[in-house]
Antibody
Framework: EVQLLESGGGLVQPGGSLRLSCAAS????????MSWVRQAPGKGLEWVSAISGGGGNTYYADSVKGRFTISRDNSKSTLYLQMNTLTAEDTALYYC???????????????????WGQGTLVTVSS | QSALTQPPSASGSPGQSVTISCTGT?????????VSWYQQHPGKAPKVMIYDVSKRPSGVPDRFSGSKSGNTASLTVSGLQAEDEADYYC???????????FGGGTKLTVL
């Protein structure tokens, strides 16, 4: 059974930092791209960042580029999101999701997120 | 990286059909058959209902169907049931970030 368990959320002051983790189990972690998707309270889903299975390719939404860093440790089947210079607009429930992609000719295309964790809440407030 | 455009709400009576639209651009929906739809009940994680425009994952009822024309994708729910009441989000591969983008979401109400 595929399981994704996020942790690391909490209350942080504006300008602060936080590192989220997502422990994966039930599948060959290194074979899949992984992603972070967030949802602000009462709002819709927003794709945040993604990383290829081997970790060599990373992708970011404009809203977090330069502030957030995605990484993974395949030996620990764990995904991370380092979040710096946090603002109130980053307050959200952060989901970890496993991405299915189609790759051809050196290009990979995100198809869908088949598995999601239950999320970890990040609150940025003074 | 603009979000895909969805109507904020949709509704239908039990047994009826409802269609939710998702409008993107030639840089996402219009150029790729990698559109997916997610159902989210309150307090729950999203669940994929449709992928690759019109494919259903195992276990998703065939009452759910997807299609695409030009820059607009659509999700149709036929034979509406009470449990279909939820938020629905479309998503697509996007050139802008070489990964994905979501729509703003549509709240489906079963009257």
């Amino acid at each position: 059974e595929v399981q994704l368990l996020e942790s690391g959320g909490g209350l942080v002051q504006p300008g602060g930092s936080l590192r989220l983790s997502c422990a994966a189990s039930g599948f060959t972690f290194s074979s899949y791209a992984m992603s972070w998707v967030r949802q602000a309270p009462g709002k819709g889903l927003e794709w945040v960042s993604a990383i290829s299975g081997g970790g060599g390719n990373t992708y970011y939404a404009d809203s977090v580029k330069g502030r957030f860093t995605i990484s993974r440790d395949n030996s620990k089947s764990t995904l991370y999101l380092q979040m710096n210079t946090l603002t109130a607009e980053d307050t959200a429930l952060y989901y970890c999701a496993r991405a299915t992609r189609f790759c051809s000719g050196g290009t990979c295309y995100y198809q869908y997120f088949e598995y999601w964790g239950q999320g970890t809440l990040v609150t940025v407030s003074s | 990286q603009s979000a895909l455009t969805q109507p904020p709400s949709a509704s239908g009576s039990p047994g009826q059909s409802v269609t939710i639209s998702c409008t993107g651009t030639s840089s996402d929906v219009g150029s790729y058959n990698y559109v997916s739809w997610y159902q989210q009940h309150p307090g729950k994680a999203p669940k994929v209902m449709i992928y690759d425009v019109s494919k259903r994952p195992s276990g998703v009822p065939d009452r759910f169907s997807g299609s695409k024309s030009g820059n607009t994708a659509s999700l149709t729910v036929s034979g509406l049931q009470a449990e279909d009441e939820a938020d629905y989000y479309c998503s697509s591969y996007a050139d802008s970030n070489n990964f994905g983008v979501f729509g703003g979401g549509t709240k489906l109400t079963v009257l």
